[in-house]
């Protein structure tokens, strides 16, 4: 199932979207309660799972509330995360190559161990808003589409073996990055941190939604021009590896979101590179999410 944060007549509530993709039912309908994303996943019960997935393939004119899907304003799934979003850096063999490209950097071909870094997030931009430019910090802004991992319970010391069990589900986040930023401070949390740099969305897709591991196509386009084209199998570290880590002296909360990395093509891969600019709409889609859209303002 797909699950949504959303606004409707100047509401915001929690809904979960029907099978063919064109309604939103809201949650209050079925006699849950939950005030925000993160409350959810911390205290969902398996039989309201089963009770969210049955209702999302019923007629829409027999669940109290349901709205057709043009009719609501999607926020970001979780629009204030509790805590930073963990991130993967070069973690596609192809983007680790143009990344190296640009920094002018020897590469290997060798990538021994997971790059991780914090990215700060106050509140996530949800799909259709404006991306900021920072232009008077920023000249090199670039979009990262990427899969994030969404943890459903707390993890300590997990074995790979075990990682889906400890996942609530995916989402799609667009890693906005101040490229020269994020290289002059020789750390990446200011270049990849600014305000509005977190577009998420449009929807959380249950873990059972998609195969395990998630083998699946992400792109991105700017403009409409096709950039980025790759697909989940080709992550260097996987994410039962990722969790599994991580985990071993870092306990994960309920509610943590683990970006797992880009594929080339981003702006910084091109020669010359090809940075984004007030006005471009950068479009993110992971099969079986969906797509988020926004735009970069002035």
């Given at each position: 199932?797909r699950l949504?944060?959303?606004?409707?007549?100047?509401?915001?509530?929690l809904?979960?979207?029907?099978k063919?993709g064109r309604?939103?039912y809201?949650?209050?309908?079925?006699?849950?309660?939950?005030?925000?994303?993160?409350?959810?996943?911390?205290?969902?019960?398996?039989?309201?799972?089963?009770l969210?997935?049955y209702a999302?393939?019923?007629?829409?004119?027999k669940?109290?509330?349901?709205?057709?899907?043009?009719?609501?304003?999607?926020?970001?799934?979780?629009?204030n995360?509790?805590q930073?979003?963990?991130?993967?850096?070069?973690?596609?063999?192809?983007?680790?190559?143009?990344?190296?490209r640009y920094k002018?950097?020897?590469f290997?071909?060798?990538?021994?161990?997971?790059?991780?870094f914090s990215k700060?997030?106050?509140?996530?931009?949800?799909?259709?808003e404006?991306?900021?430019?920072?232009q008077?910090?920023?000249?090199?802004l670039d979009?990262e589409?990427?899969?994030?991992?969404?943890?459903?319970?707390?993890?300590?010391?997990?074995?790979?073996s075990?990682?889906?069990?400890y996942?609530?589900g995916?989402?799609i986040?667009?890693?906005?990055?101040?490229?020269?930023?994020?290289?002059?401070?020789?750390q990446?949390y200011?270049?990849?941190g600014?305000?509005?740099?977190?577009p998420?969305?449009?929807c959380?897709?249950?873990?059972?939604?998609?195969q395990?591991p998630p083998?699946?196509q992400?792109?991105?386009?700017?403009?409409?021009?096709?950039r980025?084209?790759?697909?989940t199998?080709?992550?260097?570290?996987?994410?039962?590896?990722?969790?599994?880590?991580?985990?071993?002296?870092?306990?994960?909360k309920?509610?943590?979101?683990i970006?797992?990395?880009?594929?080339?093509?981003?702006?910084?891969?091109f020669?010359p590179?090809?940075?984004?600019?007030?006005?471009?709409?950068?479009?993110?889609?992971?099969?079986?999410?969906?797509?988020i859209?926004?735009?970069?303002?002035d």
């Amino acid at each position: 199932m797909r699950l949504v944060t959303y606004e409707i007549e100047h509401k915001s509530g929690l809904g979960v979207i029907s099978k063919d993709g064109r309604w939103i039912y809201p949650l209050t309908s079925l006699d849950m309660d939950y005030k925000t994303m993160q409350e959810l996943i911390e205290n969902i019960s398996d039989s309201e799972k089963q009770l969210l997935d049955y209702a999302s393939g019923q007629d829409p004119y027999k669940i109290k509330g349901a709205a057709p899907m043009e009719e609501v304003c999607l926020k970001a799934p979780i629009p204030n995360p509790r805590q930073d979003v963990i991130c993967l850096g070069v973690n596609y063999m192809a983007h680790a190559e143009e990344s190296a490209r640009y920094k002018k950097e020897e590469f290997s071909g060798e990538r021994p161990f997971a790059i991780y870094f914090s990215k700060r997030v106050n509140q996530a931009t949800a799909p259709g808003e404006g991306i900021p430019s920072h232009q008077d910090i920023v000249k090199d802004l670039d979009y990262e589409a990427e899969l994030a991992v969404i943890i459903g319970r707390e993890a300590s010391h997990v074995p790979v073996s075990q990682v889906k069990d400890y996942i609530f589900g995916y989402t799609i986040i667009n890693d906005v990055s101040a490229r020269t930023l994020q290289t002059q401070h020789k750390q990446w949390y200011f270049g990849k941190g600014l305000d509005g740099f977190l577009p998420m969305g449009p929807c959380i897709a249950t873990v059972d939604e998609l195969q395990y591991p998630p083998h699946v196509q992400i792109q991105s386009r700017v403009n409409g021009e096709l950039r980025q084209d790759s697909n989940t199998r080709l992550l260097i570290f996987d994410i039962d590896h990722i969790v599994s880590e991580l985990s071993q002296g870092m306990t994960l909360k309920a509610g943590t979101i683990i970006a797992t990395g880009t594929p080339a093509g981003v702006g910084m891969g091109f020669d010359p590179p090809r940075f984004l600019k007030p006005g471009d709409v950068v479009e993110c889609t992971i099969e079986g999410i969906g797509t988020i859209a926004n735009k970069v303002m002035d």
